[in-house]
């Protein structure tokens, strides 16, 4: 049963230190999605992939939020200085492109805490 | 531009009530449309999609039908259990493939 898979799956960490994030997209989807969830502003797209080139990161704040794709079978999400407003569940998506009607799979999320 | 506008929450039904949540778009084209479900701790997951008018999604008992011509995707169940409480997301991909939109998610809580 393929799955996208996050790791850590929680993070409690000190305001100014560096987190990083991993996904493991479904093998043989080319499409990777980063989204962040918090209660206040409900689900946000921070950005996306197609065949591990940056397709759209508008949502992502580019002083300190970095998002790579150093291989097909990684995608790494990277805080540095992390903030207490950073505190949220980030999740991981994958899709086999997203034309005809191709479902979005999402990992089971990053749960961070930056006190 | 293309966008998705859901029934605000929270929502609160007894075991066995009729489930309706509103969804309605606004897109160029032909849509994809889609319903997902997040359920407490867990990754939003595909509950039911569509991907041409007048096609009807259907799994789990929930059924959404794509209506063009009001524009709507509109999630309904007939009668829902305890396990149904969740956030329900409706989301639409642009039929090119390189636009997507999630709406603001509905929470459904189901009391015995």
């Known amino acids: 049963d393929a799955r996208v898979t996050q790791t850590p799956r929680d993070k409690v960490t000190e305001m100014g230190q560096e987190v990083t994030m991993r996904c493991q997209p479904i093998l043989g989807h080319n499409t990777v999605f980063w989204y962040r969830q918090t209660m206040m502003q409900g689900l946000e797209l921070l950005a996306y992939f197609r065949n591990r080139a940056p397709l759209d990161d508008s949502g992502m704040p580019k002083d300190r939020f970095s998002a790579e794709m150093p291989d097909a079978t990684l995608a790494t999400l990277k805080i540095q200085p992390s903030e207490p407003r950073d505190s949220a569940v980030y999740f991981c998506?994958?899709?086999?492109?997203?034309?005809?009607?191709?479902?979005?799979?999402f990992g089971p999320g990053t749960r961070l805490t930056v006190l | 531009g293309d966008s998705v506008t859901q029934m605000e929450g929270p929502v609160t039904l007894s075991e066995e009530a009729f489930l309706t949540i509103n969804c309605t778009y606004t897109a160029t084209g032909y849509p994809s449309l889609f319903w997902y479900v997040q359920y407490p701790g867990e990754g939003l997951q595909l509950l039911l999609k569509?991907?041409?008018?007048?096609d009807k999604g259907s799994n789990k008992g929930f059924e959404a039908t794509y209506r063009k011509e009001t524009t709507s995707f509109h999630l309904e169940k007939g009668s829902v259990q305890v396990s149904d409480s969740a956030v329900y997301f409706c989301?639409?991909?642009?039929?090119?493939?390189?636009?997507?939109?999630f709406g603001t998610g509905t929470s459904l809580t189901v009391i015995p």
């Open positions: 569509a991907t041409k008018a007048d």
């Open positions: 998506a994958s899709a086999l492109g997203l034309a005809g009607g191709n479902e979005q799979f």
């Open positions: 989301a639409l991909t642009a039929n090119t493939g390189n636009q997507f939109y």
